[in-house]
């Protein structure tokens, strides 16, 4: 039905301020174009599953292998020992004079089962070698000779010019860790938050559920390891984000920040123009798998899995479990603005729209003078609503407005045209990266449609930001997006003098479809009560960013340290001095290294975290004391990363075990305790995956800043940070306004003290106070990381990196 109502929607897309628009085109050769574009498109999607399920081999592989058979034959060699004969007797007899055209086709079937023999043991081959990870936990900078051996096996099975989906069928399968060895590693990460009764008692249900239940549960989750791709990822998918009933907002939802210091147009519709064609060349790149795999080492493939579904996808809430709803191809955006929706076309017969054209269509829209329709300002606050609510509403709103809801969650993304500015400004710069990082986060908690994939959101003096539904892939995969994105719109696309679009507008072009949303009264309470609660969510999250710049990256690396681990134990000094206790962090960790793997978690409050901290806070210590025992931490913080990593982590494992026991109905109250802790700190890192597409050293301002997420738990904290460059990190934190144990901005001044009293402890001869003085410090007190001089407001973008 909805591909009925779409049609009917055709008559307001060719019409102009009531006036028909004429169709150049004859509509025969428009019909026959379609089909051939149609065709082509899906010819060169056959051709890239081809050429991904051969991988390592080629399709030209077999040609060479045909024609070395062949020419065998005709040298009277049988490389198939009688195969052949045997296969030609098999064969139809067409007649004496088809003898040569049998002998070509038993040719070709024996070359084909020799070359699948050929694929299926290179896969099993090159499988086998990527099940290896003795690499990853070997010391930093070291490399024994298995992982050499390793290395030039894995080069020699691997291929050449792999496409983005072409490591999938090698890629290993996570393994299911041995239930007592997580069992262990899960008591040891609590010991240090809890007492020792609590402890004991932890211990006591531990060991029970050992004895009575881990063996049954263990063969289950075993089973579904042999017979599914991964034995967790798609209940986490399912559990932890489809089946959740809370607002998205906040609660799943992260954000991505642009620029920090520069911005590379004032004009809202020209960036959006750029940005939006941006994403759509990396959507092409995407469909036709050009964009390169991510390797570690150069060698070592990550799963791409989860690339399949940056686009096209929305998240349709159900009343008990919603599900990701994710379409082939889509040929326009959804936009918002001033309470209005658009339905913007991004293709012409053509092809994609030049950024100038996509300018020009969203300068419409910003021109409209048009107000928003009855219910139709607030209405994307129902999916800010808690799911089962949205799910019976959006019934209404399916059987009153399909068309417009189908344009809207049929879109390749979704766009919202703020009519606020954003980003850093000189003058009230931590503020307003605070309001900046709220906006992203939540905005006004009606205009952003938080079900799609990912909206992007352009403030009204051209700063960008994301918005990304969380449950359909993880950061990394938006991240580097972002990345590919930011680096496009400024380095290659670029802007004219006057910061419009370069190239010029197309007039022909028919102008953005307004949708009608044809809404009951009835729907009118449910739209106040979801927007309501919206704005009480929104109203109590604290946001704060703040750029830390006394040191960065290259500090870290001088010290030989990794540092992810540095950050972390930094954050738990901070954590410390702001509650005075100890407790559970998460941190997550990426497990693609294996066929469909998501995350793991680290628990960063070891032992050895926690004796670190006392020994900084305890004025007795000694700095040698204080450094052996910083390093003693750091070692241990990298030995449970690399765990997590190779699917040896606890924490899945367990929740796994849960689901289980859930399915049988059998009551664990160890299972239960785990399943109901609570995360007073949450952590993650936003890596810099392209580091070619940006020039770090003569333009370090040109790099994203990041992003953040909302708090775990209503008394903890959200900390997200990104290195940008080498002498930059960006810590973005989060917490509840109504809680009287969190504050952002205390926290944030808390790591920034940490950081530099940790960094003191590696320099000689420094003052008793331990503070690390940076390059910019003064005696009144650590530099600002803030700058307002940094601030950039022009036209001159840099150049291109050679790579682009």
């Known amino acids: 039905m909805a591909e009925a109502r779409q049609a009917v929607s055709c008559r307001s897309s060719l019409t102009a301020d009531g006036a028909e628009v004429e169709l150049s085109a004859p509509v025969l050769q428009e019909i026959y174009l379609s089909g051939l574009r149609s065709w082509k498109r899906h010819l060169w999607r056959f051709w890239n599953d081809v050429v991904t399920g051969v991988f390592p081999a080629s399709p030209s592989s077999w040609l060479f292998l045909f024609s070395a058979i062949q020419l065998a034959w005709l040298l009277q060699l049988d490389p198939s020992l009688g195969l052949m004969e045997k296969i030609k007797e098999l064969l139809p007899d067409w007649g004496g004079g088809h003898h040569c055209l049998r002998g070509a086709l038993a040719a070709a079937l024996f070359a084909s089962c020799l070359w699948g023999a050929l694929i299926f043991t290179l896969h099993l081959a090159l499988r086998l070698l990527l099940s290896y990870h003795g690499w990853l936990l070997e010391a930093h900078g070291a490399m024994s000779s298995p992982t050499k051996t390793w290395l030039a096996l894995v080069r020699i099975f691997s291929g050449r010019h792999p496409m983005l989906f072409s490591y999938q069928r090698s890629l290993p399968r996570q393994p299911v860790p041995s239930v007592q060895d997580t069992v262990r590693k899960y008591l040891e990460s609590v010991r240090p938050v809890l007492s020792d009764e609590d402890f004991d008692w932890t211990a006591v249900l531990a060991q029970e559920f050992l004895k009575l239940q881990a063996s049954l549960l263990q063969w289950y989750l075993r089973l579904k390891s042999w017979w599914a791709s991964n034995y967790v990822s798609d209940w986490w998918e399912e559990f932890v984000y489809l089946r959740s009933r809370n607002s998205l907002m906040v609660n799943s939802n992260y954000y ?10 004032p004009l809202q519709a020209a960036r959006a123009g750029n940005a939006v064609h941006a994403l759509l060349l990396y959507r092409h790149r995407l469909n036709r798998q050009e964009i390169p795999p991510t390797l570690l080492l150069g060698m070592r493939p990550l799963c791409s899995a989860q690339f399949q579904k940056i686009f096209n996808t929305t998240r349709v809430p159900g009343v008990d479990k919603d599900y990701i709803r994710h379409l082939q191809d889509s040929r326009h955006v959804a ?16 092809g994609l729209l030049s950024p100038r054209a996509l300018e020009q269509q969203f300068q419409r829209i910003l021109d409209d003078p048009s107000p928003a329709c009855p219910h139709e300002e607030h209405l994307a606050a129902l999916t800010a609503a808690p799911r089962s609510m949205w799910a019976q509403v959006r019934t209404s709103v399916r059987t009153r407005a399909a068309e417009a809801l189908e344009a809207v969650e049929g879109a390749a993304f979704f766009v919202s045209l703020d009519s606020e500015p954003g980003g850093l400004t000189r003058e009230n710069p931590a503020a307003s990266l605070d309001a900046y990082a709220h906006a992203l986060l939540a905005g006004q908690g009606h205009d952003r449609w938080f079900d799609k994939s990912f909206t992007l959101i352009v403030f009204s003096n051209g700063k960008l930001g994301l918005s990304v539904e969380h449950s359909w892939a993880d950061c990394p995969i938006s991240g580097h997006m972002w990345e590919f994105t930011l680096a496009t719109e400024c380095f290659q696309l670029g802007y004219s003098a006057d910061g419009h679009c370069k190239g010029r507008p197309d007039p022909t072009l028919p102008p953005p479809q307004r949708l009608q949303w044809d809404l009951p009264d009835q729907i009118h309470p449910s739209i106040s009560l979801a927007l309501s609660a919206a704005r009480t969510l929104s109203g109590s999250i604290d946001c704060h960013v703040f750029p830390f710049s006394h040191f960065g990256k290259s500090f870290i690396r001088r010290c030989h340290l990794s540092s992810d681990s540095f ?3 930094a954050l738990q000094l901070a954590h410390f001095r702001d509650r005075g206790q100890f407790c559970l962090t998460y941190e997550s960790a990426m497990t693609r290294l294996f066929l469909e793997g998501r995350t793991e978690t680290v628990r960063c409050c070891t032992r050895e975290a926690c004796d670190f901290v006392r020994a900084m806070e305890d004025k007795e210590k000694t700095d040698p004391q204080c450094l052996a025992l910083f390093r003693t931490a750091v070692d241990k913080h990298q030995a449970l990363l690399k765990a997590a990593m190779t699917g040896q982590g606890a924490d899945r494992h367990l929740f796994a075990l849960y689901i289980v026991s859930r399915f049988l109905h059998l009551q664990s109250p160890f299972l239960a305790q785990v399943h109901s802790e609570q995360w007073h700190l949450s952590t993650s890192q936003v890596p810099v995956q392209q580091m070619h597409l940006f020039d770090f050293h003569n333009y370090p301002d040109y790099v994203s800043s990041g992003g953040g997420f909302g708090p775990a738990d209503d008394h903890g904290y959200g900390v997200s940070y990104i290195f940008m460059g080498d002498d930059r990190i960006t810590f973005h934190i989060s917490s509840r306004k109504s809680s009287t144990k969190t504050d952002s901005h205390r926290l944030g001044q808390h790591i920034e003290n940490a950081l530099l009293d940790v960094a003191s402890l590696f320099q000689a001869g420094r003052s008793p106070k331990r503070r690390f003085r940076g390059s910019g410090e003064t005696d009144s007190g650590p530099r600002c990381g ?11 973008v840099p150049t291109a990196p050679s790579s682009l």
């Open 335 to 350: 936009v918002f603005h001033r309470g209005r929706f658009f339905r913007v076309g991004t293709h012409s017969p053509a």
């Open 567 to 569: 950050i972390q134990m």
């Open 786 to 796: 803030i700058l307002s001089s940094q601030i950039v407001d022009d036209s001159k």
């Open 256 to 265: 991505l920040m642009d620029f920090l210091y520069v911005t590379p147009t």
